[in-house]
């Protein structure tokens, strides 16, 4: 199949199961809200400030890039402000195309204002319908479901979890934890877990980013988790010609096509790797984000090619906007260029997407047969004969 224009992907409907609201703000926004409330910004103006933050995601300093947050967040204090990033959120991602999301964020972060934990998540919500409202009126519907996540450092993840489960018929789909994985194991927070497995509650965890196999290993095997955030880092658990894949994989960082072109005869899985594969555990992998944080080499030679060429369950993915610079689009368009993906790989991530999510399945059905199919088959080209698993 011939590769996609840039219209075809902005076009094409997608699905986003990783992406954070606090680290997808509108640059103009943090701009303005900062102003009303009196907070000091790193940068004066829209298009300088939005570079800071691509700059300081980019500068491979942890504190700097953490630094980011704080602005973000400090203008995510009170109703208003919770209320129109909500809002924009939606209808951001609608506008790229985006006809399903989940967002995440900690409710935690959010109470230096005076709200309480309930107040943080009814506002949010309350500004996600208002966004899906708008973005339908534009003529792009979409879904928005929210994820709440606790800091792996605090000890509110049991109450995070609760707050979860009280709120899922009115919008919240799941579970979350984020922040450092080095020194703060998943397994800190096995009470919340296991509360929200006896309440048959959906839940992910960010696993297998900044740290390795013994990450994704206790977030699936002590722990129960539904999907792994990002999980990149599953490689580690992969061979080519017996040589571990990271190192197979620095000995040809040179070679744009040595994902695409490599025989998959040659590569072996490890117990944990093969695993999730046969247990369909889905990968909300996150380019952009990953090589900010230097998890992958490159676009050309992120895991998620090989990934998705072995057929593990992956998906595509944001994390920070913001940050990152990026958008659902630019994700999609950055692996047709880059790494030679086509329509028929991005209708595969979005069908595995929709698979994935943490929505009813009659609901996550019709979004796959009303609204993904037809709108890669109005492409034609035999995009129709594609499908996820």
């Given at each position: 199949?011939?590769?996609?224009?840039?219209?075809?992907?902005?076009?094409?409907?997608?699905?986003?199961?990783?992406?954070?609201?606090?680290?997808?703000?509108?640059?103009?926004?943090?701009?303005?809200?900062?102003?009303?409330?009196?907070?000091?910004?790193?940068?004066?103006?829209?298009?300088?400030?939005?570079?800071?933050?691509?700059?300081?995601?980019?500068?491979?300093?942890?504190?700097?890039?953490?630094?980011?947050?704080?602005?973000?967040?400090?203008?995510?204090?009170?109703?208003?402000?919770?209320?129109?990033?909500?809002?924009?959120?939606?209808?951001?991602?609608?506008?790229?195309?985006?006809?399903?999301?989940?967002?995440?964020?900690?409710?935690?972060?959010?109470?230096?204002?005076?709200?309480?934990?309930?107040?943080?998540?009814?506002?949010?919500?309350?500004?996600?319908?208002?966004?899906?409202?708008?973005?339908?009126?534009?003529?792009?519907?979409?879904?928005?479901?929210?994820?709440?996540?606790?800091?792996?450092?605090?000890?509110?993840?049991?109450?995070?979890?609760?707050?979860?489960?009280?709120?899922?018929?009115?919008?919240?789909?799941?579970?979350?934890?984020?922040?450092?994985?080095?020194?703060?194991?998943?397994?800190?927070?096995?009470?919340?877990?296991?509360?929200?497995?006896?309440?048959?509650?959906?839940?992910?965890?960010?696993?297998?980013?900044?740290?390795?196999?013994?990450?994704?290993?206790?977030?699936?095997?002590?722990?129960?988790?539904?999907?792994?955030?990002?999980?990149?880092?599953?490689?580690?658990?992969?061979?080519?010609?017996?040589?571990?894949?990271?190192?197979?994989?620095?000995?040809?960082?040179?070679?744009?096509?040595?994902?695409?072109?490599?025989?998959?005869?040659?590569?072996?899985?490890?117990?944990?790797?093969?695993?999730?594969?046969?247990?369909?555990?889905?990968?909300?992998?996150?380019?952009?984000?990953?090589?900010?944080?230097?998890?992958?080499?490159?676009?050309?030679?992120?895991?998620?090619?090989?990934?998705a060429r072995l057929r593990f369950r992956v998906t595509l993915n944001t994390d920070n906007r913001l940050m990152s610079g990026t958008t659902a689009s630019r994700e999609a368009s950055l692996l047709v260029e880059e790494a030679g993906w086509t329509l028929e790989n991005?209708?595969?991530?979005?069908?595995?997407?929709?698979?994935?999510?943490?929505?009813?399945?009659?609901?996550?059905?019709?979004?796959?047969?009303?609204?993904?199919?037809?709108?890669?088959?109005?492409?034609?080209?035999?995009?129709?004969?594609?499908?996820?698993?």
């Amino acid at each position: 199949m011939s590769r996609p224009s840039l219209e075809q992907v902005h076009a094409a409907p997608k699905a986003l199961l990783h992406d954070h609201l606090d680290g997808g703000l509108r640059a103009s926004t943090v701009a303005e809200l900062a102003h009303s409330i009196g907070h000091q910004l790193p940068a004066e103006g829209t298009d300088a400030l939005a570079a800071w933050f691509r700059d300081s995601a980019d500068s491979g300093s942890l504190p700097r890039y953490l630094e980011t947050f704080d602005h973000t967040i400090a203008v995510m204090q009170t109703r208003d402000g919770l209320f129109r990033v909500a809002s924009e959120c939606a209808q951001d991602l609608a506008a790229d195309g985006v006809v399903y999301a989940e967002s995440r964020y900690a409710p935690e972060q959010h109470l230096t204002g005076g709200l309480a934990l309930e107040e943080v998540v009814e506002t949010v919500n309350a500004g996600f319908r208002d966004g899906e409202a708008k973005a339908a009126a534009a003529g792009r519907p979409i879904r928005l479901t929210a994820l709440l996540t606790a800091m792996r450092h605090a000890a509110k993840s049991t109450e995070i979890a609760e707050l979860a489960v009280r709120y899922r018929d009115e919008g919240v789909g799941g579970f979350d934890i984020a922040g450092a994985e080095a020194g703060y194991p998943p397994t800190r927070h096995l009470d919340a877990f296991e509360y929200l497995r006896r309440e048959n509650a959906h839940f992910t965890i960010h696993a297998g980013e900044a740290f390795g196999l013994p990450s994704i290993w206790e977030a699936i095997q002590w722990c129960g988790a539904d999907r792994l955030g990002h999980g990149v880092r599953i490689v580690d658990d992969v061979t080519v010609d017996g040589e571990p894949f990271p190192t197979w994989l620095e000995k040809h960082r040179d070679d744009p096509q040595a994902l695409t072109e490599l025989d998959l005869d040659r590569v072996g899985l490890g117990r944990l790797a093969a695993y999730v594969r046969d247990m369909r555990i889905p990968l909300e992998m996150c380019p952009s984000s990953n090589l900010q944080t230097s998890a992958a080499l490159s676009i050309a030679l992120h895991p998620i090619t090989l990934l998705a060429r072995l057929r593990f369950r992956v998906t595509l993915n944001t994390d920070n906007r913001l940050m990152s610079g990026t958008t659902a689009s630019r994700e999609a368009s950055l692996l047709v260029e880059e790494a030679g993906w086509t329509l028929e790989n991005l209708r595969w991530v979005a069908v595995n997407a929709m698979k994935s999510a943490f929505i009813p399945f009659d609901e996550r059905l019709a979004l796959i047969e009303d609204v993904i199919k037809p709108g890669y088959t109005a492409f034609g080209d035999g995009v129709s004969g594609i499908s996820g698993r």
